[in-house]
Structures are given as C-alpha cells and as structure tokens.
C-alpha cells in the first residue's frame, strides 16, 4: 500500500461549506475507490483539511484519479476556498498494521518529521522494536517515509479518546522507557505535529 495525504490549506470561516461541499462529492468518488480518511485541524495551522486516500500502488493511484477526474461531481467545489494545497506519497512500515475503517480516535495525532539524510532505515528498525509495546497504549494509524514530497520526510499519525489520554499516555510512555525508540533525536532535523478532528464522513473516526 501507499497513502497518499493531501493538505489544503483554507480561506477563514470556511471549513464548514468546505466540508459539506467535499462530502457531497465524495458520494460520487467513493465508486472509484474510498477515502482512507478526512480530518480538519483542530490545535497547529489553523484552516487545514487533510485527506488521505490509499492505494495499492502509483499505477492504481494513476488509475483512479484519472477515472474519477473524467466524474462530472468530482473534484469536489471548493476551489474557491483553498489557498494552498500540499500532497505527499507515504510508503508504511512494512511493521505497521494497514489502516482499516472504524472508531480509534476521535482524536488523531499527525506528527511530521524531517529526518538527516539516509536515516529512514534506522528510524525504521528502532520503530520495529518498540512499537508493538508502544502501540498497547494507544494505536499507531500510519507510520512510514514520505516518497514522493518534502525530501527524508517521515509522517506518523496516532490514535487518541482525548487530549488527556494522550498527554497521559505520552507521559507513561516516557516514564516507563517504552517510547520513543533509542537515539531518535539525534536522527532529526524538524518536529511538527498538529491535532485532528474527523468530518462525518471519515471512514476513520
């Protein structure tokens, strides 16, 4: 699998007929393949909708995208509020479980990484080692490199009830040595994180 994650960044005051708009489009888009998930931003860049659509690979998102461009109800009409728009090719842990439709949040943690140059692969075996541990006290969602986006890109997004369940369980996690894996901090160049609110009619709640 690879996700592909896309970001738009919205006018003010215009997240609501935004969503509505996207939700009546994705009626008609679903035929060609579902979404994965759709979040807003709730805490970091405000005005934020992030929607994430897996595919088995490029020749099927090729595939798709170009089915569903020729969809007189797709794209969905938005064009008038969005500012900017960022899309980046996520290749997952091959470690990390496929990201199945149901109620894990409704908080998600999307947490983006740039790491120094050639330290995916080390990234990759400390996540292997700790992460079933780790994953016990709140589910990992995707973890993996960004392929085709911000060079050594590494996005991971988590699962939480709460805002105080995850800054419970981040502090657990610390205090008892379970997370983060050993030396990763020293494999870092940039930290970034924001918090997610799902629309209604996200696969993932």
Not at 54 to 66: Q, W
Not at 76 to 97: L, T
Not at 112 to 135: C, D, I, N, Q
Request: glycine content about 10%.
């Amino acid at each position: 699998m690879v996700y592909e994650i896309r970001t738009y960044r919205l006018a003010p005051g215009s997240l609501g007929e935004v969503e509505k708009r996207f939700g009546e489009g994705y009626e008609h888009r679903k035929k060609y393949s579902e979404l994965t998930a759709f979040w807003h931003t709730e805490i970091g860049p405000l005005n934020e909708i992030v929607h994430v659509w897996g595919y088995r690979d490029l020749a099927e998102r090729a595939r798709v995208r170009g089915e569903a461009a020729k969809d007189p109800n797709w794209p969905p009409k938005i064009a008038e509020f969005v500012r900017a728009m960022r899309s980046e090719i996520v290749v997952p842990f091959s470690f990390v479980p496929e990201v199945r439709p149901g109620k894990v949040g409704p908080i998600f943690e999307l947490r983006y990484y740039t790491l120094k140059p050639g330290m995916l692969p080390e990234v990759a075996k400390g996540w292997e080692a700790k992460l079933p541990e780790r994953a016990r006290l709140s589910p990992v969602v995707l973890a993996g490199g960004v392929e085709f986006g911000r060079a050594n890109g590494f996005v991971h997004i988590w699962a939480y009830s709460s805002l105080d369940q995850r800054a419970r369980i981040r502090g657990e996690a610390v205090q008892s040595g379970v997370w983060p894996p050993p030396g990763g901090r020293d494999r870092l160049l940039t930290q970034e994180n924001k918090i997610l609110l799902p629309a209604a009619f996200s696969p993932l709640q």
